[in-house]
Structure formats: C-alpha cells, structure tokens
C-alpha cells in the first residue's frame, strides 16, 4: 500500500516524448504507452519515491518513519505524480485539448518536469519525424509560454474591473491578484516577490504597459511558483542526440541570459 504524499510533481511536455514512459517507471503502475500524439487523455495520478540518504546513518540511530520508508540507510520519500495529456502550441487558446489540459494543473503540482524528446524526433503535435529534424529548443520555450498565456488570460480577462478595485476602491493589489492566483496554488509571498522583482509594487495597475507589464509579471509569477525541472528523454535515439543537446543548450543559456 503506498505511502500518502503532500508533494505533488506534474509531468508535462507536448505529445508523444515519454511522458506515461517516465511516470509508469517512477511508480510501477500499468498505463497506456503508445507511438503517437494523445495518448493520455484523462490524467494517470500515483506515488514514486524520491531517494535520499537517511539521517538514521549519520545519527547512529534505527528509525521507524511513519511518512515515509528507511531501507538500509536509503530514505525513500514518497511523492506524486501526475502525468497529463500532451500540451500542443496555442493550447492556452483551447487547441489539442487546450484548457482541459491545463486545468488538470490547476490540481495545483508546484513543481512541474518538463519529459522533453532530447532525439529531435517529433515535430511541435507530437507527431513522429525524422530523428534531429526537430530542434528540443523550441519544445522547451513553447511550454513555458503556453503556462504562461494560460495564466496571463486568466488575469487579463477582467481586467478593467482588477484596477477599478486596486486603483479606485484601494483594495490591496496582493489581495486582488492572490484572489485571482490562488487557485494554482501560488502565495502571496510569491505574488509580491514577482511585484518587486519587476517594480510593479509602486505603479497603479492603470499604468502597467498593457501586454508587456502583465506577461512580465506573469512570466516571473510563474517562474517563482512553478518551477520546471527538465527532463532530456529519448537519449538513446540515432543519429546524436547529444550533439542536438550541445547546440540547443547553448542557445538556451543564451536566450535566459546566463552568459553574455
Ligand atoms: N526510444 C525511446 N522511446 C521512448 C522513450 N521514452 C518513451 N518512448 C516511446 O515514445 C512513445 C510515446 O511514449 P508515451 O510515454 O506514451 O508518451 P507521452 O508523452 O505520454 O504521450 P501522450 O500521452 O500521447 O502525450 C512510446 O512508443 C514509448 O515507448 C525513450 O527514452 N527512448
Ligand atoms: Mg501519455
């Protein structure tokens, strides 16, 4: 019988990378894992066990953990996954299966990993191409902006009435977009953090420079409490995966300017 968990990791990435793959090796349940885009339609959900060195060994000590497994020294904490349907381009505007996909995040996982198909070897749908004819970049930048856009709609759709209420009925701006956030699971720390991160705290929301104020703050939010953790997949693929990933690393360090 599994352990119970409160960490919550959703796997996400387009259609067809190894998603079901990587979630029926991390918690030994029989899922549907086919060659082809969509799959997954309903989300599979279960518990897998991240490994550490137990505290039992330094101490000297036999423990008896109630939450999660001590064997031989090896803490085994339990967490779970969800595996969700494969997210195409423009999702956040209802393609593939669009909001259905998201919202299935809005169970709210606070750390996400992104299963990326490292080989190049099916196009943005999922679709199966030439292995290297497909650059992993794109996929990496495309998911980020599509949870992004999900979440910029979410804050602009009213937006008129969010600065009546900040700006005019001087409601705090914390509370206004915590009320609109909560739900992703997202903190008020981490909605002020984004705030001054930006020098958004000071600048009356009728002032914020339409589009690029909103998917800035977005963008940062989203950074703060949905930390994405990448997972190369399909290593073992003909021709050279590596060199694909030596290029597109490269680029992506350039493109989140980590190196001039
Ligand atoms: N060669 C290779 N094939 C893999 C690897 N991981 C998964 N696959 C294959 O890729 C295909 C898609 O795997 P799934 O796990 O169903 O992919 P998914 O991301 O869950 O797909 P959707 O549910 O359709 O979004 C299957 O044929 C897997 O056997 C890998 O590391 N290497
Ligand atoms: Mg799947």
Partial sequence: MPLQSHV???????????????????????????????TTIEPNVGIGYVRIPCVCRDLGVKDN???SICI????????ELIDVAGLVPGAWQGRGLGNQFLDHLRRAPPVLIHVVDMAGATDEEGRLVKPGSHDPLVDIE???????MWMVQMLSKDWDKLVRLVDYAK???????????SGLGITQAQISDALTKLSLDKKPLSKWGGDDDIKGFVSMLRELSK??????NKMDIPPKPRIIIRGSLRRLVVSIGLFP
Wanted: aromatic share 12%; net charge positive; no cysteine.
């Fill in 8 to 38: 919550q990791i959703g796997i996400v990435g387009k259609p067809n990378v190894g998603k079901s793959t990587f979630f029926a090796a991390a918690t030994m349940i029989d899922v549907k894992i086919a060659p082809y885009p969509f």
């Fill in 65 to 67: 953990p109630r939450n």
């Fill in 72 to 79: 031989e020294g090896n803490r085994f904490i339990p967490v």
């Fill in 142 to 148: 495309f998911l980020s902006n599509e949870v992004t």
């Fill in 171 to 181: 409601k705090p701006i914390l509370d206004v977009l915590y009320d609109r956030f």
């Fill in 227 to 232: 930390p994405m953790v990448i997972a190369a």
